[in-house]
DNA sequence: CTTCCTGCAAACCTTTTGCATGCCT
DNA sequence: AGGCATGCAAAAGGTTTGCAGGAAG
């Protein structure tokens, strides 16, 4: 698969371990955003030697390689971290305040805001994060 | 001063103690963001007596209350939280993810933003959360 | 042989909570 | 008296690290 994860990692001459292939693919293919934990647990059914010090350390690997996000979604479930590779198309997380229900929505307004940044503060964006708090329509119809 | 937030809790009815006066006027008054260490060195100097339960459960009752924004501005330094009164304006947060230099930008494009996520997904948004990580003019240049 | 990856367990750090005390109405 | 607010200490929860063993080049 091109732009996957693994390819990026190989591209940069980062060392590909057995485990990290297994962690990076279910970053690409799990389709939703995960945390460490959902990690280690999906990453366990494939390796199940796999540790959660990996995990961590893994997903250290890809940040600092800016080839993944980190998200807090607002803080909806607690301190646990989101991850998602890093996307093609700016989106945005809309998450319900209520019922916890995210959804992603791909808007050019990231690259508005990206020159607008730069134009305004001199400052050269690299990544952007847009979370917004809202209610969805389900909640808001059932008081 | 009008719009504060000792203001803004009078309103609703909020019992107003000594500590809740003390923290809440930090945050209005220290211009920056601040976390919740911060808030509890800087309001001990004031009332040393000040808990750090105290600190979180006044936090919380403010945020609650919606009437601060909490921001993990890109995890630039751990898992600390950050605090701030919501703003009448949107703005945007912008950090150098090399030096940690963060700076805000007031902008229309939360507001576009808003109305964009109204019209496509028939969420409502109640608060939106713009992070962005860059590169500052200096470290560009300092290699 | 050297370097880097991993498992394990302990440590860390921020935030939250249970309980007893105390203040305010 | 009743209802919160608070201090204190312990717990919780996610994340990081030190160290020893092992795999890879």
Chains 1, 2 share one sequence.
Do not use: W
Request: hydrophobic share 35%; proline share 4%.
């Amino acid at each position: 698969m091109a732009h996957s994860l693994i390819d990026s990692l190989e591209a940069r001459g980062v060392r590909l371990t057995r485990q990290r292939r297994v962690l990076a693919d279910i970053l690409d293919n799990v389709g939703r955003h995960v945390n460490a934990q959902d990690l280690l647990t999906i990453g366990k059914q494939r390796d199940s030697s796999i540790n959660r010090a990996t995990v961590y350390r893994t997903l250290r690997l890809l940040k600092q390689e800016g080839l993944i996000d980190e998200l807090d979604l607002l803080h909806f479930e607690g301190e646990k971290h989101f991850y998602e590779p890093r996307p093609r198309a700016s989106h945005v997380h809309v998450g319900c305040g209520r019922c916890g229900a995210v959804v992603e929505l791909e808007s050019g307004v990231p690259e508005v805001l990206a020159a607008e940044v730069r134009d305004r503060t001199g400052f050269e964006p690299d990544s952007i994060r847009i979370e917004v708090r809202a209610i969805c329509p389900t909640c808001r119809n059932t008081p």
